[in-house]
């Protein structure tokens, strides 16, 4: 087999792996196949590249997979404003064909007019809960999810659309009878538990289009100047990021304070840190993390490399591995992406011009961070673009974020 880092054809052996993965049901997330084949292979490709191969393999047997939507509306409700039901829909397609989607909520509530009219023309189905007190919805929603299951063996895939805890039993239900469940949530917000049941879950932001410009030396000063020149003088008394900064190991060890913050917040929460729980907390934090870039085959292994450089511990607690993390060290050195989190709220804080937080577009403060961290050092911190680290920054409610059409605003979080 040709050791083709490009990955832009694909061998006799190639073809027959993704033959097999065509005939078989265990994965459907495009990035986590390209993930597995490279595994099965063992030699490094572009994932991208590959992906692509494995969507056109694969896309006949999509098209025959039958997927159903269940939304929880007052657990995830977006702004009318944004495109979130276009982006969102044309996610599960990647899933199969649409053949039930379904809406819950009271819907003589005023938050959820707008959004109502939306999911109508959409040709969602609003299911109607009257409110009499919280877990009404929930319970509707879980009681005729199962039976859904059973009415509509066909249906290979759920979308659930929440990231409520009580939705626990319905999700173990329906894995248990062989069905592949995507969660959509907020990941500010969702519950790690029933994170962890799932085969994939996305924060419902990532879905809304546009906010995706890539950080880039051509964009600098195409905002207006006068916004670049109020924190010239301050970015020059800042030390710049030496070119060798982020090296391998410094990269490493960047990961590991990652997830020593992660656990952190695990026993924050009074949530154990077991190693499920602390890989779904980890993604929640850095949704675009993969240690096989580290060159960690799997979670275990990366886990097992930072408690050998002392970021965290581990200790057994009857049949389960629960992690610790070793406060005192991390304190004393933050990550890189900490740093520039920092960095991210500062520049904002200087755009406000005022005490009082305002909304910001994403380019304008792309450009601005670029003084600092160019378009590769932001690479190797895992943001290609400028979505991906607002997301980062939101998710531990540094920052939040809007959108009105194609365009996304952030502002500081006082």
């Known amino acids: 087999m040709s050791n083709n880092s490009e990955g832009s054809s694909l061998s006799k052996s190639d073809e027959e792996i993704l033959d097999n993965l065509r005939k078989s049901n265990d994965r459907l997330n495009l ?38 939507i269940l939304w929880d509306v007052e657990n995830i409700t977006p702004s009318s404003k944004s495109l979130f039901i276009e982006g969102f829909l044309e996610y599960v397609e990647q899933f199969g064909r649409i053949t039930i989607a379904q809406a ?53 895939s759920f979308i659930l659309v929440s990231g409520d805890s009580d939705f626990r039993p319905l999700v173990r239900s329906l894995v248990r ?11 500010k917000l969702a519950s790690e538990a029933l994170l962890v049941l799932a085969d994939s879950f996305v924060d419902y932001r990532e879905l809304i289009p546009g906010g995706e410009e890539i950080i880039d030396e051509e964009n600098l000063g195409k905002t207006p100047q006068e916004l670049i020149q109020d924190t010239n003088e301050e970015k020059m008394k800042e030390p710049q990021i030496k070119d060798d900064a982020l090296d391998d190991s410094k990269l490493k060890e960047n990961a590991y304070s990652l997830l020593a913050e992660a656990v952190d917040l695990l026993y924050k929460e009074e949530k154990e840190a077991n190693l499920s729980i602390s890989k779904v907390k980890f993604q929640m934090l850095n949704p675009n993390f993969d240690q096989k870039k580290l060159g960690f085959k799997k979670w275990s ?25 070793k406060s005192s060290k991390t304190n ?16 904002m804080k200087e755009l406000d011009e005022t005490s009082t937080p305002k909304y910001h577009r994403f380019d304008t403060i792309a450009n601005i961070l670029y003084e600092k961290y160019n378009q590769e050092k932001l690479k190797n911190l895992g943001f290609k673009q400028i979505k991906n680290l607002m997301q980062s920054l939101e998710t531990r409610n540094l920052i939040e974020t809007k959108a009105e059409g194609m365009i996304h605003f952030a502002r500081r979080i006082k």
Not at 177 to 187: A, F, L, P, R
Not at 332 to 347: A, C
């Open 31 to 68: 990035r986590m196949l390209a993930n597995d084949v490279e595994s099965l292979i063992d030699v490094p490709m572009n994932l991208e590249k590959l992906s692509e191969q494995i969507e056109k393999y694969l896309k006949p047997f999509y098209e025959n997979r039958s997927v159903a």
């Open 301 to 325: 292994n990366f886990v097992d490399s930072a408690v050998k450089a002392g970021f965290v511990n581990i200790e057994r607690k009857g049949s389960e591995t629960i992690l610790i993390s």
């Open 177 to 187: 009878n062989g069905k592949q469940v995507h969660i959509v949530c907020d990941t």
């Open 332 to 347: 004393k050195k933050s990550s890189e992406q900490t740093k520039m989190f920092k960095h991210v709220v500062k520049i």
């Open 104 to 156: 819950y909520a009271d819907w003589n509530k005023a938050s959820v007019k707008k959004i109502s009219e939306s999911l109508s023309k959409n040709r969602f189905e609003l299911i109607h809960v009257p409110t009499a007190g919280k877990n009404s919805s929930d319970f509707s929603l879980v009681s005729l999810g199962i039976e859904m299951a059973f009415k509509y063996p066909n249906i290979d």
